[in-house]
Protein backbone atom coordinates (compact mmCIF):
# COMPACT_ATOMS: atom_id res chain seq x y z
CA UNK A 1 0.00 0.00 0.00
CA UNK A 2 1.46 3.74 -0.94
CA UNK A 3 2.21 5.38 1.96
CA UNK A 4 3.26 8.78 0.78
CA UNK A 5 1.67 9.78 -2.70
CA UNK A 6 2.44 12.41 -4.89
CA UNK A 7 0.42 13.92 -7.85
CA UNK A 8 0.53 14.10 -10.09
CA UNK A 9 3.58 11.86 -11.14
CA UNK A 10 4.13 14.16 -14.18
CA UNK A 11 3.42 18.01 -14.84
CA UNK A 12 4.01 20.08 -17.76
CA UNK A 13 4.00 23.75 -17.43
CA UNK A 14 4.75 26.78 -19.01
CA UNK A 15 7.15 29.01 -18.08
CA UNK A 16 6.34 32.12 -15.20
CA UNK A 17 2.79 29.76 -14.90
CA UNK A 18 2.42 28.89 -11.38
CA UNK A 19 1.82 25.08 -10.39
CA UNK A 20 0.85 22.96 -7.41
CA UNK A 21 2.54 19.93 -6.64
CA UNK A 22 0.34 17.74 -3.70
CA UNK A 23 1.41 14.97 -1.51
CA UNK A 24 0.38 12.74 1.13
CA UNK A 25 0.85 10.27 3.21
CA UNK A 26 -0.84 7.47 5.71
CA UNK A 27 2.11 7.04 8.15
CA UNK A 28 0.81 9.78 10.24
CA UNK A 29 4.25 11.02 10.76
CA UNK A 30 5.11 14.95 12.09
CA UNK A 31 7.76 15.75 9.68
CA UNK A 32 7.52 16.29 5.78
CA UNK A 33 10.02 17.60 3.11
CA UNK A 34 10.36 18.83 -0.35
CA UNK A 35 13.57 17.97 -2.36
CA UNK A 36 14.77 19.16 -5.44
CA UNK A 37 16.77 16.61 -7.69
CA UNK A 38 18.16 17.21 -10.88
CA UNK A 39 19.85 14.47 -13.12
CA UNK A 40 22.80 13.40 -11.50
CA UNK A 41 22.46 15.27 -8.14
CA UNK A 42 21.72 14.55 -4.60
CA UNK A 43 18.38 15.55 -3.68
CA UNK A 44 18.54 19.22 -2.62
CA UNK A 45 16.47 20.04 0.36
CA UNK A 46 14.01 22.91 -0.13
CA UNK A 47 12.19 23.04 3.13
CA UNK A 48 10.44 20.58 5.66
CA UNK A 49 7.56 20.81 7.93
CA UNK A 50 7.75 19.49 11.84
CA UNK A 51 4.25 19.54 12.60
CA UNK A 52 2.98 22.95 11.43
CA UNK A 53 6.46 24.44 11.91
CA UNK A 54 7.99 25.71 8.49
CA UNK A 55 11.41 25.47 8.32
CA UNK A 56 12.91 27.18 5.48
CA UNK A 57 16.21 26.25 3.50
CA UNK A 58 18.57 29.25 3.43
CA UNK A 59 18.86 28.90 -0.49
CA UNK A 60 15.53 27.92 -1.50
CA UNK A 61 14.74 30.88 -4.03
CA UNK A 62 11.21 32.88 -3.13
CA UNK A 63 9.66 31.13 -6.03
CA UNK A 64 8.86 28.33 -3.92
CA UNK A 65 6.44 28.17 -1.21
CA UNK A 66 4.53 25.34 0.87
CA UNK A 67 1.64 24.77 2.50
CA UNK A 68 0.66 22.17 4.98
CA UNK A 69 -3.19 22.30 6.19
CA UNK A 70 -2.95 19.10 8.02
CA UNK A 71 -1.05 16.35 9.25
CA UNK A 72 -1.26 14.37 6.05
CA UNK A 73 -0.93 16.93 2.89
CA UNK A 74 1.44 18.88 1.81
CA UNK A 75 2.26 21.34 -1.18
CA UNK A 76 4.63 22.77 -3.06
CA UNK A 77 3.75 25.90 -4.77
CA UNK A 78 6.09 27.75 -8.14
CA UNK A 79 4.82 30.58 -8.27
CA UNK A 80 6.64 31.73 -11.78
CA UNK A 81 8.26 28.48 -12.79
CA UNK A 82 11.70 29.02 -14.79
CA UNK A 83 13.39 26.37 -17.39
CA UNK A 84 16.26 26.12 -14.45
CA UNK A 85 12.85 24.96 -11.86
CA UNK A 86 12.70 21.73 -14.47
CA UNK A 87 13.27 18.57 -11.61
CA UNK A 88 11.84 15.72 -9.93
CA UNK A 89 10.16 16.84 -6.96
CA UNK A 90 10.31 14.81 -4.19
CA UNK A 91 8.42 14.69 -1.01
CA UNK A 92 9.48 12.52 2.12
CA UNK A 93 8.24 12.09 5.45
CA UNK A 94 9.79 11.17 8.63
CA UNK A 95 8.52 10.43 12.36
CA UNK A 96 10.17 12.97 14.62
CA UNK A 97 12.62 12.52 17.29
CA UNK A 98 13.97 8.99 16.07
CA UNK A 99 17.44 9.59 15.06
CA UNK A 100 17.56 5.85 13.69
CA UNK A 101 14.14 6.52 12.08
CA UNK A 102 14.95 7.17 7.71
CA UNK A 103 12.53 9.15 5.53
CA UNK A 104 10.34 7.96 3.21
CA UNK A 105 9.92 9.20 -0.20
CA UNK A 106 6.91 9.20 -2.57
CA UNK A 107 7.51 8.51 -6.62
CA UNK A 108 8.20 11.96 -7.19
CA UNK A 109 6.58 14.41 -9.29
CA UNK A 110 9.28 15.35 -12.67
CA UNK A 111 8.40 19.06 -13.69
CA UNK A 112 8.51 20.27 -17.27
CA UNK A 113 8.68 23.74 -17.97
CA UNK A 114 7.90 24.77 -21.50
CA UNK B 1 34.59 20.09 1.93
CA UNK B 2 31.18 18.65 1.38
CA UNK B 3 29.37 17.70 4.11
CA UNK B 4 29.15 14.04 2.87
CA UNK B 5 31.05 12.66 -0.21
CA UNK B 6 30.81 9.69 -2.12
CA UNK B 7 33.21 8.60 -5.35
CA UNK B 8 30.44 9.44 -7.91
CA UNK B 9 31.75 6.17 -10.39
CA UNK B 10 30.13 5.13 -12.41
CA UNK B 11 31.40 1.47 -11.30
CA UNK B 12 30.97 -0.85 -13.89
CA UNK B 13 31.55 -4.56 -12.58
CA UNK B 14 30.85 -7.75 -13.80
CA UNK B 15 28.01 -10.07 -12.72
CA UNK B 16 29.51 -12.07 -9.55
CA UNK B 17 31.71 -9.65 -8.40
CA UNK B 18 32.25 -7.94 -5.02
CA UNK B 19 32.04 -4.22 -4.60
CA UNK B 20 32.81 -1.96 -2.33
CA UNK B 21 31.76 2.05 -2.36
CA UNK B 22 32.89 4.23 0.15
CA UNK B 23 31.75 7.80 1.81
CA UNK B 24 32.95 10.13 3.99
CA UNK B 25 30.85 12.77 6.37
CA UNK B 26 32.30 15.92 7.66
CA UNK B 27 29.73 16.24 10.63
CA UNK B 28 31.75 14.34 13.98
CA UNK B 29 28.14 14.59 15.63
CA UNK B 30 26.44 13.33 13.25
CA UNK B 31 24.28 10.38 14.86
CA UNK B 32 22.44 8.32 12.11
CA UNK B 33 23.68 6.29 8.80
CA UNK B 34 22.07 5.26 5.95
CA UNK B 35 22.55 3.88 2.48
CA UNK B 36 19.74 4.42 0.28
CA UNK B 37 19.20 3.16 -3.51
CA UNK B 38 17.77 5.10 -6.30
CA UNK B 39 17.02 3.74 -9.72
CA UNK B 40 17.10 5.89 -12.95
CA UNK B 41 13.92 8.01 -12.33
CA UNK B 42 12.53 6.62 -9.57
CA UNK B 43 12.81 7.80 -5.85
CA UNK B 44 15.42 6.79 -3.40
CA UNK B 45 14.79 3.71 -1.42
CA UNK B 46 16.46 2.80 2.00
CA UNK B 47 18.89 -0.26 1.37
CA UNK B 48 19.85 -0.44 5.01
CA UNK B 49 20.56 1.71 8.36
CA UNK B 50 24.40 1.70 8.94
CA UNK B 51 25.36 0.55 12.59
CA UNK B 52 28.44 0.92 14.59
CA UNK B 53 29.04 -2.30 15.21
CA UNK B 54 28.69 -3.37 11.49
CA UNK B 55 25.63 -4.60 10.06
CA UNK B 56 24.13 -7.32 7.04
CA UNK B 57 21.75 -7.81 5.41
CA UNK B 58 22.11 -10.60 2.37
CA UNK B 59 24.86 -9.64 0.01
CA UNK B 60 25.14 -6.47 1.65
CA UNK B 61 27.30 -5.12 4.35
CA UNK B 62 27.37 -1.88 5.50
CA UNK B 63 30.15 -0.29 8.14
CA UNK B 64 30.80 2.40 10.01
CA UNK B 65 34.00 4.52 11.38
CA UNK B 66 33.30 6.93 13.33
CA UNK B 67 36.96 8.02 13.96
CA UNK B 68 37.25 8.25 10.43
CA UNK B 69 34.39 9.57 9.54
CA UNK B 70 33.62 7.03 6.71
CA UNK B 71 30.91 4.66 5.77
CA UNK B 72 31.26 1.78 3.55
CA UNK B 73 28.90 -0.46 1.90
CA UNK B 74 29.95 -4.04 0.26
CA UNK B 75 27.72 -6.20 -1.75
CA UNK B 76 29.39 -9.86 -2.89
CA UNK B 77 27.60 -11.72 -5.51
CA UNK B 78 26.07 -9.13 -7.89
CA UNK B 79 23.68 -9.15 -9.95
CA UNK B 80 21.96 -7.31 -12.48
CA UNK B 81 19.44 -6.00 -10.21
CA UNK B 82 22.06 -4.27 -8.22
CA UNK B 83 22.78 -1.96 -11.12
CA UNK B 84 21.22 1.83 -9.47
CA UNK B 85 22.79 4.48 -7.73
CA UNK B 86 23.78 3.93 -4.19
CA UNK B 87 23.22 7.35 -1.86
CA UNK B 88 25.05 8.05 1.15
CA UNK B 89 22.56 9.70 3.53
CA UNK B 90 23.49 11.15 7.15
CA UNK B 91 21.28 12.41 9.91
CA UNK B 92 22.35 15.77 11.55
CA UNK B 93 23.03 16.17 14.79
CA UNK B 94 20.77 15.89 17.67
CA UNK B 95 17.76 17.82 17.55
CA UNK B 96 17.56 18.70 13.36
CA UNK B 97 15.49 16.27 11.63
CA UNK B 98 17.57 16.66 8.54
CA UNK B 99 19.46 14.28 6.44
CA UNK B 100 22.06 15.12 3.97
CA UNK B 101 22.46 13.90 0.91
CA UNK B 102 25.70 12.45 -1.18
CA UNK B 103 26.01 12.66 -4.74
CA UNK B 104 25.53 8.97 -5.04
CA UNK B 105 27.95 6.36 -6.98
CA UNK B 106 26.33 4.74 -9.96
CA UNK B 107 26.59 1.13 -10.64
CA UNK B 108 25.90 -1.12 -13.58
CA UNK B 109 26.65 -4.48 -13.52
CA UNK B 110 27.19 -5.52 -16.49
CA UNK B 111 26.28 -9.53 -18.04
Known amino acids: DAMVIQNPRYQVTQFGKPVTLSCSQT?????MYWYQQKSSQAPKLLFH???????NEADTPDNFQSRRPNTSFCFLDIRSPGLGDAAMYLC?????????????FGPGTRLTVL | RKEVEQDPGPFNVPEGATVAFNCTYS??????FFWYRQDCRKEPKLLMS???SGNEDGRFTAQLNRASQYISLLIRDSKLSDSATYLC????????????FGTGTRLTIIP
Open chain 1, 92 to 104: ATKRAGGFTDTQY
Open chain 1, 27 to 31: LNHNV
Open chain 1, 49 to 55: YYDKDFN
Open chain 2, 27 to 32: NSASQS
Open chain 2, 50 to 52: VYS
Open chain 2, 89 to 100: VVNAPFGNEKLT
